[in-house]
């Protein structure tokens, strides 16, 4: 699912954001959703929202900012998540140094696999975190979308902004 929102003139954005996330139950669409909603509530941002088996090294290079949305399995990111990694990361180098990222997680345990798993690729990549994350473990709750709201309106605050 590619998902395109916002009815701004190519002219009028400054700040585009790319979510990228893998969702099985649909736990983490819901929380890419509400992440695309906050940054959708800052003017003058473009918001892509992609599954990470439709995301390519072009839409990467051209986000101003990042968020990684994935569910933890086995104590660790989803494997399609690992697999835009892989298919960007050598591409990618020199190219994207100090992008802004935030990530969100869907977790059944306590999700720190999977936030250290894409953590330690970021630093690989020379992203540059920008947030805390929100992990949301167990249910989904109303709390945690709000959290995913603010993220996504922190992240393209700042990219707006000229911050990051």
């Known amino acids: 699912m590619i998902e395109r929102t916002g009815k701004l003139n190519q002219d009028e954005i400054v700040c585009k954001i790319l979510i990228i996330y893998h969702s099985q139950t649909g736990n983490t669409e819901r929380m890419a959703r509400a992440v695309a909603e906050g940054a959708r509530a800052i003017e003058q941002t473009e918001v892509v929202l992609k599954r990470a088996g439709e995301t390519t090294l072009e839409d990467l290079l051209n986000a101003d900012g990042l968020a990684f949305g994935t569910p933890e399995n086995f104590g660790y990111m989803s494997g399609m998540m690992k697999d835009f990694f892989d298919r960007t990361y050598n ?67 700042g990219c707006e902004a000229g911050i990051y």
């Not at 999977?114 to 992990?135: H, M, N, Q, T, W």
Request: glycine share 12%; net charge positive; hydrophobic share 35%.
């Open 91 to 157: 591409a990618a180098q020199d190219k994207v140094f100090r992008k802004p990222y935030v990530v969100f997680i869907s977790a059944g345990n306590d999700g720190t696999g999977a936030l250290s798993s894409i953590e330690r690729i970021a630093l690989g990549y020379k992203f540059k975190k920008v947030y805390d994350p929100v992990i949301s473990k167990g249910k989904l709750t109303e709390d945690s979308l709000e959290k995913c709201r603010e993220l996504g309106g922190v992240l393209a605050g």
